[in-house]
């Protein structure tokens, strides 16, 4: 059974630096997409972050130069990396991992920017 667990987060001033952390267990031979959502109150899941198994990046515009993805396949681990952080981050993160053909969720992490 693979579980999906999430580390990271909290609250922090307009412009301040967080970083999330996302952990897979379980029996895992590879891993493909690796990606960050994140949800506002009120709004629909967005996709943030991806990251390919063969390391290929992709951000949504409003975090491009400012967020950064990574991941380490030795310990099946996936990272976001957030600076300059702005009100507009404030939201439940995510992380996703597509696994031989399923999707495993994190529990969520809540990330709060202060003005």
């Known amino acids: 059974q693979v579980q999906l667990v999430e580390s990271g987060g909290g609250q922090v001033q307009t412009g301040g630096s967080l970083r999330l952390s996302c952990a897979a267990s379980?029996?895992?031979?590879?891993?493909?997409?690796m990606r960050w959502y994140r949800q506002a109150p009120g709004k629909q899941r967005e996709l943030v972050a991806e990251?390919?198994?063969?390391?290929?990046?992709t951000y949504t515009e409003s975090v491009k130069g400012r967020f950064t993805i990574s991941r380490d396949s030795a310990t099946n681990t996936m990272d976001l990396q957030m600076k300059s952080l702005k009100p507009e981050d404030t939201a439940v993160y995510y992380c996703?991992?597509?696994?031989?053909?399923?999707?495993?969720w994190g529990q969520g992490a809540q990330v709060t920017v202060c003005s």
């Open positions: 996703y991992m597509f696994i031989v053909g399923r999707i495993y």
């Open positions: 379980g029996t895992i031979f590879s891993i493909d997409v």
């Open positions: 990251i390919t198994s063969d390391g290929g990046t």
